[in-house]
């Protein structure tokens, strides 16, 4: 019926998206009348419960803020094989979703591997780039990936999103959609739409209503709770070295030109290429700064390492590390003890400590299950990942089983301290 028209759209740049649309679909402030569903999905994955009355965690990396200081900054661009495609559903003329969405000649920056599927396919005689992925880039972090405002048929829209970003693969002569670090519901919804389901695993940290940071510790075996306050200890008796967090105003240009080369030095090391330019740290100072944790260590009046963290309303999302001095146990402490601290300060339920680690389960961070679908348009190609996959989902849950075992958390027959 023309009085619900449905059209979708592709947009080259976020900056074609007005910001208070963009983010009424990626952070709205939903009341228990708007749960329906993929929302209700989504609050039943995380909180088991049926969702009545619950509202969406605020998100700070699905923000039109942050996808601009990317796009504006010549991040996350053309140029660097990050060309934007952001998909746009509206309804009867006004923006009900979105899916942000890059054509890519390449897949770097991505943290969900499928460079032997290109390889494989391109040995078979087929192309694989370019690609299409719906992503935050550089960003390995779970989030929402079919952005849908409030008061919405959000099943509606998100079926309209899921086909056109099939659609929009065909247009670009794309090989394939990959959305990764979606929800469980979105990934569970686009396997109905023939997107095949791959799983991975982070290392996240969970605030069990802790008043401090000993409280934390009491919860550990014998063995880890030492461990940790002997490197607390030590990563500080370097003569001179403090720890300072900064927030909001309290982040000056100074100390993000610090920080910029914290991040060149370790990501030249990692990537061979850092990913971020300097003036996006500068466009999210001016325009998210509040959603900003930087950990900052000083020694001897300058900087030598720091760790940035993004904000969200119940979960503290930890990023990139750098120094440019190395004392022992120094990253721990400006990555992994002081995000603690200040999730519990702030009663965040949750510390996502970014990609990889498995030392990250010593310091308390256990196993949590990501998600990322994967629509293959070479009905070979896609027969040959799925039975992969199949293998793979298999391989993930039974070694986040093993490694949840292995924490170092009191077993019930522990004493307490």
Known sequence: MASSEITLESLPSASQIPASDWDA????ASGPDSLNGLDTLASRETTGESGAGLRHPYNPFVSHAFFSALEESGSACARTGWGPRHLVAKLNGSIAGIVPCYLKSHSQGEYVFDRGWADAYERAGGRYYPKLQASVPFTPAAGPRLLIRDGVDRERIG????SGLIALCEATN???VHVTFAREAEWKFLAEYGFLQRTDQQFHWHNQGYHS????LATLNSRHRKAIKRERREALSAEGITIHALTGSDITEDAWDAFFDF???TGSRKWGRPYLTRAFYSLIGESMAEDVLLVMARRNGRWIAGAINFIGSDTLFGRHWGAIEHHPFLHF??????????AIARGLKTVEAGAQGEHKIARGYLPQTTYSAHYIADPGLARAIDEYLRRERAYVA???????EAGPFRKAAEEAP
């Open 398 to 404: 039974e070694a986040a089983r093993e490694l949840t």
């Open 213 to 216: 940071f000993d409280d934390f």
């Open 159 to 162: 079926t309209a999103l899921a």
């Open 263 to 265: 991040y060149m030095e």
């Open 174 to 176: 794309a090989s394939s």
């Open 333 to 342: 402490e400006v990555c992994y003890y002081q995000a603690i601290d200040f």
């Open 25 to 28: 679909c990626a952070n709205p």
